[in-house]
T-cell receptor, first 114, second 118 residues
Framework: QQQVKQSPQSLIVQKGGISIINCAYENTAFDYFPWYQQFPGKGPALLIAIRPDVSEKKEGRFTISFNKSAKQFSLHIMDSQPGDSATYFCAASISFFGNEKLTFGTGTRLTIIP | DAGVTQSPTHLIKTRGQHVTLRCSPISGHKSVSWYQQVLGQGPQFIFQYYEKEERGRGNFPDRFSARQFPNYSSELNVNALLLGDSALYLC?????????????????FGSGTRLTVV
């Protein structure tokens, strides 16, 4: 059972453009939604995260938009750069003190072309 | 500052063998989680340990086991290896404090151990 669905599987964007990756979840008990960036041979690195009581969060060129009623959230990368080329994973979790499990999407391979 | 360190970085094992993977969390982090990442897929949760106690277990067979030591480091053990166990095994650590603080600390992943079963 895939609880977090991610699209597209791959994405090619021109340098300077906006990269948009979408995720949808099923479990309304999820209360934490992070995005991770992964380069080949490395572990995922936390980019930005949001809680469901906030509709948008921005950190530098990265923005999460969250739609609780639609159970969807997305990552926007503004002014995309070649260094942003990586695989991006959305995730969701239900957490209480000392117990947390991240459920990941299937990933989006982003390529930024000059 | 040292991040999450995992050893070994690469490992080749034969079907039926046993393997032990090791993880040292960031200093001060009391929670360690293990994930399996098959090529081309997102990481799948295996275990979480907090203060040396198992706090969560994913949908993996009993061949998978783990433990956390008093210094908060952790081991993942896999018995009777199958070809399908070939994957990148990731360890993540966190402060695991109050849920309202999670935005500020999140999980930090190591670079993983690439296990190949032949």
């Amino acid at each position: 059972q895939q609880q977090v669905k991610q699209s597209p599987q791959s994405l090619i964007v021109q340098k300077g453009g906006i990269s948009i990756i979408n995720c949808a979840y099923e479990n309304t008990a999820f209360d934490y939604f992070p995005w991770y960036q992964q380069f080949p041979g490395k572990g995922p690195a936390l980019l930005i995260a949001i809680r469901p009581d906030v509709s948008e969060k921005k950190e530098g060129r990265f923005t999460i938009s969250f739609n609780k009623s639609a159970k969807q959230f997305s990552l926007h990368i503004m002014d995309s750069q070649p260094g942003d080329s990586a695989t991006y994973f959305c995730a969701a979790s239900i957490s209480f003190f000392g117990n947390e499990k991240l459920t990941f999407g299937t990933g989006t391979r982003l390529t930024i072309i000059p | 500052d040292a991040g999450v360190t995992q050893s070994p970085t690469h490992l080749i094992k034969t079907r039926g063998q046993h393997v032990t993977l090791r993880c040292s969390p960031i200093s001060g982090h009391k929670s360690v989680s293990w994930y399996q990442q098959v090529l081309g897929q997102g990481p799948q949760f295996i275990f979480q340990y907090y203060e040396k106690e198992e706090r969560g277990r994913g949908n993996f067979p009993d061949r998978f086991s783990a433990r956390q030591f008093p210094n908060y480091s952790s081991e993942l053990n896999v018995n009777a290896l199958l070809l399908g166990d070939s994957a990148l095994y990731l360890c993540a650590s966190s402060l695991a404090g109050d849920r309202r603080d999670r935005e500020s600390y999140g999980y930090t992943f190591g670079s993983g151990t690439r296990l190949t079963v032949v």
